[in-house]
T-cell receptor, first 115, second 114 residues
Framework: AQSVTQLDSQVPVFEEAPVELRCNYS??????LFWYVQYPNQGLQLLLK??????LVKGINGFEAEFNKSQTSFHLRKPSVHISDTAEYFC?????????????FGAGTRLTVKP | DAGVIQSPRHEVTEMGQEVTLRCKPI?????LFWYRQTMMRGLELLIY????????DSGMPEDRFSAKMPNASFSTLKIQPSEPRDSAVYFC????????????FGPGTRLTVT
C-alpha cells in the first residue's frame, strides 16, 4: 500500500515570499499524485495533480509541483504567496490500478501567511 | 452543479445516541468516499463505494460504524451508539470512474458527542 509523508506540519511565511511545502511518498507501484487545499471550515479542494507526462505540474492560484521519481517526492511551490493562501495543504497518492479507488492523504501542512 | 451535499453541517449529540450523517454525491459520479478528520489522526478514509457497492471498509473503526449507499445519489454513515471519541469532522467525497483522478469533497459534518 502507498503512504504519504508531509515533512512540515506548519510553515509560517511572510506575504510575497516564496514557499515550498514538502511531500514524499512510498509505493511499490506507479502512482498518481495530488495536492489539495482546505480553507477553514471547508472541505478539501484540488490544487493540482500529476498523472503522467511533464513532471512539472501547474495548478490553480499560482501553485505548481514537481514530481521527482528518484526521490519519490512531489513538493508544492509558489513563488509569491498571499494572505489568502493561508490554509491547510494535503498531499495525496493513489496507485494506478484502475480497480483501486484508494487514495491516501498526508497529515497536512498548515501554511500561515503573515503580512 | 451543486457539488457534494452533506447534512447536517453540525451535529451535537449525547453519548450513546445514534447519529446518521448523509451525503449526496455529484450527479454522474460513481465512486463515493467517507473520511473522518481529527487533529490527532488527520484525514482517515473510512469506507468507499463504487457503483453503490462497498469496496473497502477496512478504515471503519468499529462495529458501531456502518455505511450504506442504497442508490447512486445517496449515502449514509451511521454511528450507534456514539461515543465522545467519535467527535470529528466527517467528509463525504465523490469521483468519476474506477480510477481515482480527482475527488470532490463536501463541506463536512462537524460531529460533537458529549
Amino acid at each position: 500500500a502507498q503512504s504519504v509523508t508531509q515533512l512540515d506540519s506548519q510553515v509560517p511565511v511572510f506575504e510575497e515570499a516564496p514557499v515550498e511545502l514538502r511531500c514524499n511518498y512510498s509505493s511499490s507501484v506507479s502512482v498518481y499524485l495530488f495536492w489539495y487545499v482546505q480553507y477553514p471550515n471547508q472541505g478539501l479542494q484540488l490544487l493540482l495533480k500529476y498523472l503522467s507526462g511533464s513532471t512539472l505540474v501547474k495548478g490553480i492560484n499560482g501553485f505548481e509541483a514537481e514530481f521527482n521519481k528518484s526521490q519519490t517526492s512531489f513538493h508544492l511551490r509558489k513563488p509569491s504567496v498571499h494572505i489568502s493562501d493561508t490554509a491547510e495543504y494535503f498531499c495525496a497518492v493513489s496507485d494506478r490500478n484502475p480497480s483501486n479507488n484508494d487514495m491516501r492523504f498526508g497529515a497536512g501542512t498548515r501554511l500561515t501567511v503573515k503580512p | 452543479d451543486a457539488g457534494v451535499i452533506q447534512s447536517p453541517r453540525h451535529e451535537v449529540t449525547e453519548m450513546g445516541q445514534e447519529v446518521t450523517l448523509r451525503c449526496k454525491p455529484i450527479s454522474g459520479h460513481n465512486s463515493l468516499f467517507w473520511y473522518r478528520q481529527t487533529m490527532m489522526r488527520g484525514l482517515e478514509l473510512l469506507i468507499y463505494f463504487n457503483n453503490n457497492v462497498p469496496i473497502d471498509d477496512s478504515g471503519m473503526p468499529e462495529d458501531r460504524f456502518s455505511a450504506k449507499m442504497p442508490n447512486a445519489s445517496f449515502s449514509t454513515l451511521k454511528i450507534q451508539p456514539s461515543e465522545p471519541r467519535d467527535s470529528a469532522v466527517y467528509f463525504c467525497a465523490s469521483s468519476l470512474g474506477l480510477a481515482v483522478l480527482e475527488q470532490y469533497f463536501g463541506p463536512g459534518t462537524r460531529l460533537t458527542v458529549t
